[in-house]
């Protein structure tokens, strides 16, 4: 017998001593029904067994279903305070205390389209504290001793909890007020449960897409300066720890029960099969790894928010991955070293992931987890951070191994390429309201990879043409000036030079680049001077160089001429090499 089946027996087992058992289809004797078990629930008595609540919450779901939700609403309190006593569970859980938990679940999942009738800290509290149960239940279902419960029992403890629970997860991005415990999500990731991964993914997701309402990730409060992120940073606060530790110390090699998986072909036996080797990698840490970054690049991608502290944390988050190689250049040398483990063909590959596949990050749309769809999960996580880090990727396939870098190569000049030259195109037609005038155009020519800039100021014209080449980012854009345009050859070198450095130095778009590229030519125009460090007039933390050498009167970044304090360990001018001390940063600042 099936534990449905059981389950189901005890429910009107429950019913009939408690002389429950009508005619449950006629509404008459439901809403009648009803009536009685708020009583029960009032005397305390639907509290005394786990098992008899979870009869009651499965007896609400059939009442909200027959008689509509609104049937509910005038025992809103006697429901809320069922739900609440649910939620503090025993800590080792029995058969019925699980399936309280299962069909609370499915009964507040009817209730986040109905959280507006409830009072004001129900739907503040209760998402939270529903997250929290299940993270706790999901780890003491794993632990459930084998020798003490039947085998069959557990495996269906542990499926039915962690499907209603996904479910559940998913299901609060309904919520539309609700602050959600970010740390909490990032713990959930790497639950050893692909459907509870998959629904968390989808809801990070979602919130930082749409609402970016997070609790439980402390960063100072302040401006947007660039100190700021530096100092989220510093303190580790642009991430919670326990994520900071998983992604620096991940082992590609460790399965999450301890056990060795495949990582390289030095793992593979010469007699060991290939296919059920690869297949190997397709462990819930494995997928828990790279959906905590997917996740990670999600939220860099999120739209500019009013919520300063939000965005704090985001700088620091983006300077995290770009200044500590165990997790930037980690996460590719491991991506790319399963992508030669697979051992999939080039035919292989084309035929798993089409070009319409490679712009979305949707593991939650993955039936099951197989070396096709990880393969593909790992082609649109590798182009998410593409789209972010395009820099670092190149950077790192020049550092790599030869059979590394050969894998890596075809994925991005297969899959990745186009969809971020697309990616670059979309960006600049969705923008252009922020950047199109009288005197500044952006034209792009799909068919030959072409994007050209031009920008007119007193009847003079300086225009910049812009080559992607077919395996970007890991080969740089190729620049020129265009023909028709008149202008002096050294400006015009200069001009170059600086688009040069900022497409290739600097994890920039391509929009941005231009856009600050006209900021730079637009100031010359008006007689500003250039910053004698780094040769731009607007850096890329759109600052002009307002700091005067008090001798040779050349001007500097701010940022410039304390990176040059730094690590020059000197307070003098670059230049000329007198004392500049007033320019230094104070002890405040630093």
């Given amino acids: 017998m099936c534990i449905r089946d059981r389950y189901m027996g005890d429910v009107f087992t429950l019913l009939h001593e408690h002389g429950l058992v009508g005619h449950l289809t006629q509404e008459d004797a439901m809403r009648e029904l009803l009536g009685r078990v708020i009583d029960?629930?009032?005397?305390?008595?639907?509290?005394?067994?786990?098992?008899?609540?979870?009869?009651?919450?499965?007896?609400?779901?059939?009442?909200?279903e027959t008689l509509g939700f609104e049937a509910l609403s005038e025992h809103l309190g006697v429901i809320e305070a069922l739900v609440r006593r649910t939620l503090v569970s025993a800590p080792t859980p029995v058969r019925g205390d699980t399936f309280a938990l299962v069909n609370m679940m499915a009964f507040l999942r009817r209730t986040f389209l109905f959280l507006e009738v409830f009072p004001k800290d129900f739907e503040k509290t209760i998402v939270n504290d529903v997250l929290r149960v299940g993270a706790a239940r999901l780890e003491a279902v794993r632990r459930i001793n084998p020798e003490t419960t039947p085998p069959d029992l557990v495996d269906q403890f542990t499926e039915l909890f962690a499907t209603e629970f996904g479910e559940t997860i998913s299901r609060v991005s309904l919520c539309p007020q609700t602050s959600v415990d970010e740390t909490l999500l990032y713990s959930l990731l790497r639950a050893p449960f692909p459907t509870v991964q998959k629904a968390t993914f989808f809801l990070l997701k979602h919130l930082y897409n749409v609402r970016c309402l997070f609790t439980g990730v402390e960063v100072p409060k302040g401006s947007l300066a660039s100190k700021e992120a530096s100092a989220v940073l510093q303190e580790g606060r642009c991430l919670p720890l326990d994520v900071i530790q998983f992604l620096e110390n991940f082992e590609p090699g460790r399965a999450h029960d301890g056990s060795p998986t495949l990582e390289d072909e030095e793992i593979i036996g010469e007699d060991a099969d290939a296919d059920d080797e690869a297949e190997a990698l397709c462990t819930t840490e494995n997928l828990g790894y790279v959906i905590t970054m997917a996740?990670?690049?999600?939220?860099?991608?999120?739209?500019?928010?009013s919520n300063a502290d939000f965005e704090v944390c985001r700088q620091g988050l983006d300077l995290y991955i770009t200044s500590t190689r165990e997790v930037s250049y980690g996460f590719l040398q491991t991506c790319f070293r399963w992508v030669k483990a697979m051992r999939l063909s080039e035919s292989e590959m084309r035929e798993t992931v089409k070009n319409e596949d490679v712009t979305e990050v949707s593991p939650e749309a993955l039936e099951s987890l197989s070396k096709e769809s990880f393969?593909?999960?790992?082609?649109?996580?590798?182009?998410?951070?593409?789209?972010?880090?395009?820099?670092?990727?190149?950077?790192?396939?020049?550092?790599?191994?030869?059979?590394?870098?050969?894998?890596?190569?075809f994925v991005v000049s297969q899959f990745i390429s186009a969809a971020l030259f697309g990616y670059e195109i979309r960006l600049i037609e969705e923008k252009q309201e922020e950047w199109r005038s009288e005197d500044f155009s952006i034209y792009c020519v799909r068919n030959t990879r072409e994007i050209i800039a031009e920008f007119l100021k007193e009847g003079a014209r300086v225009g910049i043409g812009l080559k992607v080449p077919a395996n970007y980012p890991l080969s740089v854009i190729e620049l020129s000036e265009l023909k028709e345009v008149k202008m002096d050859a050294v400006k015009m070198k200069k001009w170059l030079l600086r688009m040069q450095t900022l497409l290739n130095r600097e994890n920039q778009s391509i929009l941005a680049a231009l856009l600050l590229w006209r900021g730079n030519v637009?100031?010359?125009?008006?007689?500003?001077?250039?910053?004698?460090?780094?040769?731009?007039?607007?850096?890329?933390?759109?600052?002009?160089?307002?700091?005067a050498c008090r001798t040779c009167r050349k001007k500097f970044h701010t940022s410039c001429i304390q990176k040059w304090f730094s690590s020059s360990n000197k307070s003098e001018c670059p230049l000329c090499k007198s004392c500049l001390l007033y320019t230094s940063p104070s002890p405040r600042d630093s």
């Fill in 40 to 64: 029960l629930v009032k005397s305390g008595r639907a509290t005394e067994t786990p098992l008899f609540c979870a009869v009651v919450f499965a007896f609400f779901n059939t009442a909200a």
């Fill in 295 to 305: 996740a990670l690049l999600c939220k860099l991608k999120t739209p500019i928010t």
């Fill in 375 to 409: 393969f593909k999960l790992l082609v649109q996580t590798v182009y998410l951070f593409a789209t972010r880090f395009p820099v670092l990727l190149r950077r790192w396939c020049e550092e790599t191994d030869k059979g590394t870098e050969k894998n890596a190569r």
């Fill in 522 to 547: 637009e100031k010359e125009f008006e007689g500003l001077e250039e910053c004698a460090i780094c040769y731009y007039i607007i850096n890329s933390g759109k600052e002009l160089p307002r700091k």
